[in-house]
């Protein structure tokens, strides 16, 4: 049974400062997906990777991939105010073939403050 | 109407009343799914349908009775409830089962009293 698990579950920052969300999953997959949701909003689509290797950057978030390691980050450099909200990481249950059915983690909910 | 909409935004209903949620996509797409979201529990998938036919039953309770009648149209019918049921339902949709990316659509905020 697939488990992803995200850390910290909290995350409080100064803006300015840089840091890194963990998402570790327990078997083998080659999609991973990183999603941002506002309060009473629904869940935006920040990332999508698909290779061991894969980083993919949106201004100051970074993705990275690593599958050996089952483990993604999301970096977040010098943040702003913008950019509080609840991050989740995805992972697709398929390998080799996806079968669609995510298995999300509990999510980072991020403030930034001034 | 663009993306994924759904109806109502909000529900408060009695456990033994009988409601339904709606799913409409918009752009074209042949799956669609249903998740639950509890304030203390992961994102939780619940049904996929592709092509109008259902893929995925995620060991969910038969109070909750999904229905597809096409690809642009998916509800959530519900009956004698419990309280912990109370979450945020989220419809998604993607080109096909499995496709790459799944959008999602604003939610419906459910309360069972």
């Known amino acids: 049974e697939l488990k992803v698990e995200q850390n910290p579950l909290f995350l409080s920052m100064q803006e300015g400062k840089n840091y890194t969300i963990y998402c570790n999953y327990s078997?083998?997959?080659?999609?991973l997906y990183w999603y941002r949701q506002d309060p009473g909003k629904s869940l935006e689509s920040l990332f999508v990777l698909l290779s061991n290797g894969a980083v993919k950057q949106e201004g100051r978030l970074m993705a990275s991939l690593d599958t050996k390691a089952r483990l993604s980050t999301l970096h977040i450099t010098a943040a702003v105010h913008d950019l509080s909200a609840t991050y989740f990481c995805?992972?697709?249950?398929?390998?080799?073939?996806?079968?669609?059915?995510?298995?999300f983690g509990k999510g980072t909910k991020l403030s930034v403050k001034p | 109407e663009t993306g994924v909409t759904q109806t109502p935004r909000h529900l408060v209903m009695g456990m033994t009343n009988k409601k339904s949620l709606k799913c409409e996509q918009h752009?074209?797409?042949?799956?669609m799914y249903w998740y639950k979201q509890s304030a203390k529990k992961p994102l939780e998938l619940m049904f996929v349908?592709?092509?109008?036919?259902?893929?995925e039953n995620n060991s969910v309770p038969s109070r909750f009775s999904p229905e597809c009648p096409n690809s642009s149209h998916l509800f959530l019918h519900l009956h004698t409830l419990q309280p912990e049921d109370s979450a945020l339902y989220l419809c998604a949709s993607s080109q096909t089962q499995g496709a790459r990316e799944q959008y999602f659509g604003p939610g419906t905020r459910l309360t069972v009293t």
């Open positions: 349908y592709n092509f109008k036919e259902q893929t």
């Open positions: 752009l074209g797409h042949n799956a």
């Open positions: 078997t083998t997959s080659d999609r």
């Open positions: 995805a992972v697709d249950e398929g390998y080799g073939g996806s079968q669609g059915n995510l298995i």
